[in-house]
């Protein structure tokens, strides 16, 4: 495998920054879940498209970390996000 | 056709079943690291099997299986790809294509399965129905992040490699390899027929000479054929000659035979005249008397037999008067005897007549005596009668007690040996039945022993049986040696005595002349050293060219073979001295040598040359090439003369024809010498022979008497052990059934036993009884004698005793003489008789005289009868022998005349004769010349078509025949000279010379497809090329368009080798924007993923496929070189399905819908999906 560069990973950390996103995403769902039960995906989207895909890939990092729960009855349906 | 659906069952981190729905547009799979996006497309590649060139990322097939609950792990991994096939790309008829792979684990290992619409399939049935739908696995259908980095790291030829396979450059390397190995087929042909031709052309250098040869051979041959074509040219010009006078010949002869003819009918005129007269004159003769003469003398004949005959009658008539007186008297005297006998007897009659009165008168006499004595008696009796009546009485009880006593004393004595008898009878019977009881006790051991007597005897017999066997076989073989030998011994036989014959002829008829006599006597006594003896001598040959051979060798047959001439000198000195005459020596040390001759044994007729049919010792050739020459023998004269010229020929008969011409023969004249010398060393040889067959012959029935006798011995033998063995049997049958007889015999005489001792006890009874009764008969006799003597005493005074002796005394005088009376009555009956006999017997011979004197009178009577009838004859008999002596004068004459006439006859007969002969004579001749005449029209014709078939013209100028015969000479000679010659070498030469020439076409054609084979290479050298051109160009015109569209920059594929381009590698030349032309090695990760990138999509867009799947390829790219990799994606999706793995923002903006992957349990990965408007 050819080596990362560090400049590199700075490079996409910076523009994408993803795990700053989470850490925001994840801030936000525990607020809403102090009231709520569960949210579903749809609520959580804005207008930007580009947002919406970044909010989904952060949830995806979340639930990778055990942090929220994703449920979906069927692909590409509607997405269920539940504290874990 | 798209991904429709990917199925996983236990595939690496899908723990459980897992469906994910595709569509035919860009989906983007995102997800953290490590939640198993990756595992998607080793998925796709691991159910496709497109792993072959690029490594999936396991290390094994089976760490594929999910392992993430350690407790119960699966022990299968399945993944199912559906396709939408609704366009048909995959050329299979239905909407869907599902293809399945399953990987099982098990104790044994691992089995892996591939499914195609499922059916079970093999990995290359996947990869050939993929292919037909553009997905291969150097199509880069499925890219890995390390492949982008690879085609980086690769050496420039693996580049080249990557355009190869997308040209599709191994078929035609494929058919070059093909082309190269027809190629070394082609190769080894040519070598081999290379070798042929040299060998061929070796073989034909060989055969030239052999047919220049053989040509001239030909050549000579031609010639000399047509030279011998003169010589019968000659000949049949000589032929035509002869016949021509022939003609003449036979001319003069036919009228000169007219001549003859003419006379002997002339002759045979005069001769049947005097026939004639002849015959009329004997008829004359005959009418004149001669049957008279001869019936007269017939009649005389007959007439004095007739007398005679009655003379013989007389005198037997006279014989048997003489007869009848003789038994006339003797009958006379007999009756004079008989007559004298009668008085006798009638004397004697009346003497005893006279004697029986006085004994008759006697007889009375004494009876009167006797009454007087009877009276007497009567009175005296009267007196005692009462004493004597008792007493009469008493007597006659005592003689009758007496009878019964002695009755009984006998029955007495029978009762005693009754008894006796019945005691030995008791013995008798008591030892039997001892006897019998010891019997029954020994019978077991008996008929063991008996048996093992007869198992002996078979044992013996079966010996003795093989032993005939043997014999018999050995006497079959010896008779059959001694038939053989019989056979073999009477051939010998035959053969001495023919042979014997043969040279006892042969010896006695060897007429050598004087000297040759003395040579050979000297030679015997060794006198002359060197000398082997006569050619006849020396030579043997075959019967049936005796007389030929003898002919053939004339008068050399005498010559004499000596070891050398001085041998001869010695011997030629010898005969000189003692005048003996002359003789041939052949010395061999100086004989000239045997010279070869051509064979003519093909020729009609001839059976060979006379010195090869004679055999003899080798070191006599010289002498009997002497002898023979190179006369030929043939069969017949006839033969001989169709070959006559120039050639010594003898004939099986003895003719013998001269090389000049000359021919001898006529009637077998023997010489006296012939061949004998083998014959006499045969009849050695055969002797011994018969010898040596006589005495094998007689050891051989010597020694089949011995085994004939061995035979009937051994036969007598088993004779006699089978009739022991039949006797044995019976011993044990009557052992067998010993017990029980003998136990019956014992009830028997037990029985007889009992009855016994009854009949005894009877008899001793009967005894008692009979003893009782004779004391009291003793008793009674006793008391009965008392009282006779008391009145015997009485009756003593008494005379009638005394009167009862002279009663007795008369009554025996009287029976004395009625006996003699009956004496003289019979005597004088028997006197009786023998006078009636005599009386007849006078009669009889009364009767006979009587007979007797009528056949005296008969015979007398013929006796005059005869007497007369001679005279008569006498008298007849005159008269004939009168008219006979007349007659032979009157005939005298005659007869003298046909005596002249007959001899004169004769002398006709006899000039007829010879006039016959001279006709017949001449006929004959001419009949001889006629056949010749045969022979040489024959010849002529013959010799006409041997020219035709040589091909001379009759019209030819013939050279001189001594030319002729000089030429055919050399030209035999020089065909000698190249003999031996190969005639086959002509024909072979050509063959040879025509195998040469296929050879060399073959070799040529061989060359053609060598040539063509080359060019086919050429030609797929240049198509494979062309292919790999096209393809590179193609390619690289992508590459250029797709570089500069990533980077803004110059880039291009570059062949190390343009001209050749499978000679070296291919560069990838990249200088991105605002930068100097880069190696690929000094350029920075994102500028070497970009310039990778590049390469894989300019390949994609030379050959696009259905569908890609990517996976995080955009890694390493900076933001806008991620979203310018997005925007290429995205341009293809309208003519592919793209599933591009990412974490990367342009990539999932770019694409239609995203597939988050995550692992929310542990180790199992939990799709969701978002389509983003």
């Known amino acids: 495998r050819v080596a990362i560069t560090t400049d590199e990973v700075l490079g996409i950390a910076h523009e994408e920054d993803i795990l700053g996103r989470v850490a925001r995403l994840n801030h936000v769902l525990d607020s809403v879940f102090e009231e709520h039960e569960s949210v579903v995906f749809s609520e959580l989207m804005g207008e930007d498209r580009s947002e919406n895909i970044m909010t989904y890939v952060s949830l995806l990092f979340l639930a990778t970390e055990k942090k929220i729960w994703l449920q979906q009855e069927e692909l590409f349906g509607e997405l269920f996000i539940y504290p874990s | 056709m798209y991904i429709k659906e990917i199925e996983f069952i236990n595939f690496k981190s899908f723990g459980k079943k897992v469906k994910i729905p595709f569509y035919d547009d860009f989906t983007t799979i995102s997800g953290p690291n490590g939640s198993g996006k990756s595992n998607i497309i080793d998925g796709i590649l691991f159910v496709l099997g497109l792993s072959s060139s690029r490594t999936m990322r396991a290390e094994k097939l089976t760490d594929l299986i999910y392992n993430g609950d350690k407790a119960k792990k699966p022990d299968f991994a399945q993944v199912t790809i559906k396709f939408d096939n609704t366009d048909r790309e995959m050329p299979v008829d239905t909407e869907e294509v599902v293809i399945t792979r399953k990987i099982r684990e098990t104790d044994t290992g691992y089995y892996s399965y591939f499914y195609f619409n499922g059916k079970a399939v093999s990995l290359t049935d996947v990869h050939n129905y993929l292919a037909k739908a553009r997905v291969t696995p150097e199509g880069y259908n499925v890219v890995m992040q390390g492949d982008v980095t690879r085609i980086i790291t690769m050496t420039p030829v693996e580049r080249r490699k990557i355009i190869d396979e997308i040209a599709g450059v191994a078929e035609f390397d494929n058919k070059k390899d093909r082309a190269l190995s027809e190629l070394e087929i082609v190769r080894e042909r040519v070598e081999r027929v290379d070798i042929i031709l040299e060998e061929v052309a070796a073989q034909l250098e060989k055969l030239k000479g052999e047919r220049d040869q053989a040509l001239k051979y030909q050549a000579l041959k031609g010639e000399k054929v047509q030279f011998e074509g003169f010589m019968i040219l000659a000949r049949l010009k000589d032929a035509r000659k002869e016949l021509v006078s022939i003609d003449n010949d036979m001319g003069s002869r036919k009228s000169s035979m007219k001549e003859l003819e003419a006379t002997l009918e002339e002759r045979r005129q005069l001769m049947e005249e005097l026939e004639r007269s002849l015959e009329d004159l004997t008829l004359q003769i005959q009418r004149m008397g001669e049957d008279e003469q001869i019936q007269i003398k017939k009649d005389i004949e007959s007439t004095r037999g007739e007398i005679s005959r009655c003379k013989d009658s007389i005198q037997l008539a006279d014989r048997e008067l003489a007869d009848v007186d003789s038994r006339r008297r003797k009958a006379f005297v007999d009756i004079d005897e008989i007559k004298g006998k009668v008085t006798e007897l009638d004397t004697k009659i009346s003497e005893e007549k006279v004697r029986l009165e006085s004994t008759k008168s006697e007889h009375s006499e004494k009876r009167t005596q006797r009454m007087i004595l009877q009276s007497r008696i009567a009175d005296v009796d009267a007196k005692f009668a009462k004493t004597r009546d008792d007493l009469t009485q008493l007597k006659n009880g005592l003689e009758s007690t007496r009878n019964e006593k002695n009755e009984l004393m006998r029955q007495e004595d029978r009762l005693l040996d009754a008894l006796r008898r019945k005691s030995a009878e008791v013995r008798d019977i008591e030892s039997e039945m001892e006897d019998a009881r010891s019997k029954a006790a020994s019978s077991d051991s008996d008929i063991s022993s008996v048996k093992y007597d007869l198992d002996k005897l078979n044992e013996k017999i079966n010996s003795l049986t093989k032993d005939i066997d043997d014999l018999e076989s050995n006497r079959a073989q010896l008779k059959g040696v001694i038939k053989d030998l019989e056979e073999s011994l009477r051939k010998y036989q035959d053969d001495y005595a023919r042979i014997e014959a043969r040279v006892r002829a042969a010896e006695d008829h060897s007429k050598y002349s004087k000297a040759v006599d003395m040579i050979i006597n000297e030679k015997k006594h060794h006198g002359l050293p060197g000398i082997y003896g006569t050619i006849a001598e020396l030579g043997s040959v075959d019967q049936k060219y005796a007389t030929a051979l003898g002919i053939a060798a004339g008068g050399k047959m005498q010559a004499v073979v000596v070891d050398t001439d001085e041998d001869a000198a010695r011997a030629i000195d010898f005969l000189k001295r003692r005048q003996a005459g002359r003789a041939t020596f052949l010395p061999l040390n100086k004989m000239e040598e045997r010279r070869p001759y051509k064979s003519l044994s093909d020729r009609n007729g001839v059976i060979g040359y006379a010195i090869d049919l004679v055999d003899f010792e080798p070191r006599f050739e010289p002498a009997f090439w002497y002898v023979f020459r190179d006369t030929l023998v043939v069969d017949t004269l006839q033969n001989a003369r169709r070959l006559m010229g120039g050639l010594r020929m003898v004939t099986l008969e003895g003719e013998l024809i001269e090389k000049s011409g000359a021919m001898v023969g006529g009637s077998a004249q023997n010489s006296g010498l012939s061949f004998a010398a083998s014959e006499k060393d045969k009849l050695i040889k055969v002797a011994e022979k018969i010898t040596e067959f006589d005495s094998r012959r007689s050891a051989s029935i010597k020694k089949l008497d011995a085994v004939e006798g061995h035979i009937a011995d051994v036969n007598r033998e088993i004779n006699e052990h089978d009739k022991e063995i039949s006797r044995k049997q019976m011993q044990v049958e009557e052992i067998a059934g010993r017990g029980e007889r003998l136990a019956q015999l014992l009830e028997v005489k037990n029985g007889e036993l009992n009855e ?106 013929r006796v005059d009868e005869l007497t007369a009838k001679i005279k008569e004859l006498e008298i007849v008999l005159t008269e004939k022998q009168a008219r006979e002596s007349e007659l032979v004068k ?265 597939i988050g992957v995550a692992m929310q349990e542990n180790n199992i990965t939990s799709i969701t999906g978002v389509k983003f408007r």
Not at chain 2, 766 to 783: C, F, I, L, N, P
Not at chain 2, 833 to 843: N, Q, S, T
Not at chain 2, 1028 to 1037: D, H, K, R, S, V
């Open chain 2, 756 to 861: 016994i001792e009854e009949s005894r006890k009877q008899l001793r009874n009967e005894m008692e009884a009979v003893t009782a009764q004779k004391k009291e008969k003793d008793e009674y006799a006793g008391s009965l004698e008392e009282k006779i003597d008391e009145l015997e005493g009485e009756l003593a005074g008494s005379e009638v005793p005394e009167l009862n002796r002279q009663a007795e005394g008369i009554d025996e005088e009287m029976r004395r003489l009625e006996g003699r009376i009956r004496d003289v009555e019979a005597q004088i009956n028997a006197l009786n008789l023998d006078r009636e006999y005599a009386i007849g017997k006078i009669e009889e011979n009364r009767e006979l005289i009587k007979s007797l004197d009528e056949k005296k009178a008969s015979h007398r009577q």
């Open chain 2, 890 to 1154: 009157e005939l005298k004459d005659m007869q003298q005349q046909r005596l002249g006439m007959q001899n004169e006859y004769a002398l006709s007969k006899k000039q007829f004769e010879s006039a016959r002969t001279r006709f017949e004579e001449s006929s004959r001749q001419l009949m001889a010349i006629e056949a010749t005449q045969a022979v040489l029209v024959e010849q002529v014709t013959e010799l006409s078509s041997e020219l035709l078939r040589r091909g001379i013209e009759e019209t030819d100028d013939v050279p001189g025949s001594e030319a002729v015969r000089i030429r055919i000479a050399s030209i035999e000679k020089a065909m000698e000279r190249l003999e031996p010659v190969n005639m086959r070498a002509i024909d072979e030469f050509n063959e040879v010379g025509a195998r040469l020439e296929d050879l060399r076409s073959r070799r040529d054609t061989l060359f053609n497809e060598r040539e063509q084979i080359l060019e086919r290479i050429k030609q797929y050298e240049v198509l494979k090329k062309d292919a790999f051109m096209e393809t590179y160009n193609g390619i690289n015109t992508a590459f250029q368009e797709i570089f500069n569209e990533l980077s803004d920059g110059i880039g291009e594929l570059v062949l190390d080798d343009p001209a050749e381009p499978f000679n070296g590698g291919l560069t990838l030349r990249a200088q991105p924007k605002e930068k100097t032309l880069q190696r690929l090695e000094a350029m920075s990760g994102g500028e070497k993923s970009l310039t990778a990138l590049s390469f894989v999509f300019s390949i994609q867009k030379y050959r696009p496929a259905p569908f890609y799947a990517f996976d995080e390829i955009d890694m390493f790219l900076d933001g806008a070189n991620a979203a310018r990799v997005a925007e290429r994606v995205k341009k293809s999706v309208e003519n592919a399905q793209f599933i591009v793995v990412s974490l990367r923002k342009p990539m999932i903006e770019a694409a239609s819908r995203t």
